[in-house]
């Protein structure tokens, strides 16, 4: 059964997201059957690269609120990164835009290591304060993953796999996602934000149990 997961590299939620719905699922029996396919969505498409702007500087900005304000907003958010075991270091956070780091992901992709791809790329975010638009950082990131450096480094540096990243952004658009985390379940039910793990596990059983019957049926149509 395949689930599809909408995120941005620099979305905290996304993160906690993660942690939540990889708790439910360890908690399916058969969660060999699951295939989890992470799409790409940018919440500021438009951000400029500027490792010299900490990211409470840059969410006072955007949000139009105080310096202090946008401290809280974030010591907030670590709290509840905590509950779930994620370290996160804002003050180390650089801003910085998410396209690289979405076409590195389709690289993984196809290489079947993008699940991998996708944590490195958000503790070194979130956590080791790594600027995640750098092509020397994720070229660390490729050798870390096992992945052929120099065709790695090719892609990056040319724009190989950006309309991949733009066609799941149009996606998301069509499907009506405006935020994420997104999770969908089989293309039948879905779960906006980094819900509790309890909606998590109720909805991939009631997935999986459908899923289940439907390939039941299949198997039995196709004899």
Known sequence: MKIEI????????????????????DQLKDKKDIEIEWKSFQLSPDMTTNPDKNIHQ??????????EEAKKMNNYVTEMAKNVGLDYHFEKAIV?????????????????????AEELLFKSYFTDGKNTDDLDTLIDLGKQLELDVLELTKVLKSNEFENDVKADIQEA?????????????????????????????????????EWEMDNSQNRVNLN
């Open 173 to 209: 658009q069509e499907l009506g996602i405006n935020g994420v985390p997104f999770f969908v379940f089989d293309r039948k039910y879905a779960i906006s934000g980094a819900q509790e793990t309890e909606l998590f596990i109720n909805t991939l059983q009631t997935a999986y149990q």
């Open 6 to 25: 909408w995120s941005d590299v620099m979305c905290p939620f996304c993160y906690i997201g993660k942690r939540k719905f990889e708790a439910a699922l």
């Open 58 to 67: 840059y969410l006072a900005e955007h949000k139009g609120i105080s310096l």
């Open 96 to 116: 910085a835009n998410s396209m690289m780091a979405h076409r590195f992901l389709h690289f993984s992709k196809t290489k079947y290591k993008q699940n991998e």
